[in-house]
């Protein structure tokens, strides 16, 4: 049993059935199944044709793991910023360090924003580790625009940490974090392709992938990575992380709890 085993298991079931096939076909001629039977068999035009050509700019398919890796990332950085991001901001309120901020001169928008950048910074981390792992161990190919896609992940890796803010903001403890955080990641990250490439679902369940900021990313991702697209063809997700993100700050700043 080897790394290939699924694969030669496909070419013999497929011998297999090719020549069942054949049989069935010169059968239901009343012919004989003689070798002579099957030559000619073979020489017939075929009805069918499948033509299989890349559905983009690259030269070679993309491998299995230039789908596991940017998903992974993708999904841990939200569950990371969604779960250890609300948690401490409870834990600041709950020790009094929120209530300290609060009777400083600090504005709750400089609060807000020096908050967003220590977890920003934690996911910028997060996804420069991911990104090397996944070249030095998988030998992933993240194409040949990569300063757009470390532009795209920080703009992701901006908004999950303002989402998990507010939920940190909202939540009342930290086991509701942590259980919500656990579960919303999981499921977004499921609904935006980070678990299977949204391409082989139904055209419903791609369009649905688009509404969560997973779906964003990995489309993004797609077609720098997968389709050798430009980087003018991940403008609209960039600008709609921003955009989010602007929003998500706006009612976090406005919404702040200091204890």
Known sequence: ???????????????V?????????VSSKGTAPT?????????????????VSSAGKRKDPPVGFEQAVPGTLVMFTLLVLFTSGGVSLLVE????????????????????????GARFSLGLVQ??????????????????????????????????????????????????V??????????IAALGGCWWPIEITPRWTQNLALVFPTGWAMDALHKLMSFGDSPMAI????AAFLIASLVAGYVLARTFRFQ
């Open 1 to 15: 049993m080897g790394v290939d085993t699924d694969y030669d298991q496909t070419r013999v079931a497929r011998a």
């Open 17 to 25: 059935y090719t020549v069942l096939a054949d049989l069935v076909a």
């Open 35 to 51: 070798p002579e039977a099957f030559a000619h068999l073979a020489q017939q035009p075929r009805l069918v044709s499948l033509e």
């Open 93 to 116: 309120r709950r020790q009094g360090i929120l209530r300290r901020l609060a009777s400083s001169p600090m504005s709750r928008g400089a609060v807000v924003l020096g908050k967003w």
């Open 127 to 176: 996804i420069v580790f991911a990104m090397a792992a996944g070249k030095i161990l998988f030998r992933v190919s993240w194409g040949d625009h990569l300063g757009a896609i470390l532009l795209l992940l920080a703009a992701y890796a901006s908004l999950a940490a303002l989402l998990g803010l507010l939920l940190g903001n909202f939540a009342r403890s930290d086991g509701q």
């Open 178 to 187: 942590i259980g919500l955080g656990v579960i919303a990641s999981n499921v």
């Open 235 to 238: 403008v609209p997700h960039i």
